[in-house]
């Protein structure tokens, strides 16, 4: 697809989403992928639609939903060049890529974090249900929320929207829902704003 097509198909909302698909590694990497577990929609711009459309189902402000978006158009689009080798090199995660891109356009220290630890509440859970560390979950959590800061309840929202797709497992995001006291916890509300009653 071209940037123009892109465009058409993700309808950005203002000048810096619209300028992500100025760069060609980004709009290679909104193309990538194929039906797969947990992600029946195949591309990654596929499932940008689908976690903003979950943006729209939350009762929240302008200014939330704008970060939410912009986490969300970010998070995942450098799946296609992430390392996947065995031992996992970190550095070269989906996720930090997503940061290094977003630093290329904004300074805000919080917001990078969230987008490169929008997958670490799956891991805490994982570690804990899986691989029964509990210790180890609960570090993984307290580094979270210390490097993200009063963003805190932000990446729970991204979190719901993220997880909240596919066919993905729910059980992270209940037993974050039910486990994280200093959350408040927010439902989707079943119309997107805007749409009709």
């Not at 995660?93 to 799956?122: C, G, K, Q």
Request: hydrophobic share 40%; with cysteine; charged share 30%.
């Amino acid at each position: 697809m071209t940037s123009a097509e892109l465009k058409d198909y993700l309808k950005p909302e203002n000048d810096l989403e619209a300028s992500f698909l100025e760069d060609a590694e980004f709009c290679r990497g909104l193309q990538w992928g194929v039906p797969r577990f947990g992600h029946p929609e195949g591309s990654i711009m596929a499932h940008i639609l689908e976690v903003n459309a979950n943006i729209d189902r939350l009762p929240i402000d302008a200014e939330t939903r704008r970060l939410l978006r912009i986490i969300c158009w970010v998070h995942d689009t450098f799946k296609h060049i992430e390392d996947k080798g065995n031992p996992r090199d970190w550095s070269k995660h989906h996720a930090v890529y997503a940061r290094n891109f977003l630093a290329r356009y904004l300074s805000d220290p919080l917001l990078l974090n969230v987008v490169e630890l929008h997958d670490d509440a799956y891991y805490a859970w994982r570690l804990a249900h899986l691989y029964h560390k509990l210790g180890e979950c609960d570090d993984r959590i307290e580094m979270v929320k210390e490097k993200v800061g009063s963003y805190w309840q932000l990446f729970y929202l991204f979190f719901k929207c993220d997880t909240s797709t596919g066919d993905k497992n729910p059980a992270p995001l209940i037993w974050f829902e039910n486990t994280m006291e200093d959350i408040e916890v927010v439902d989707f509300i079943d119309e997107p704003k805007g749409g009709s009653a």
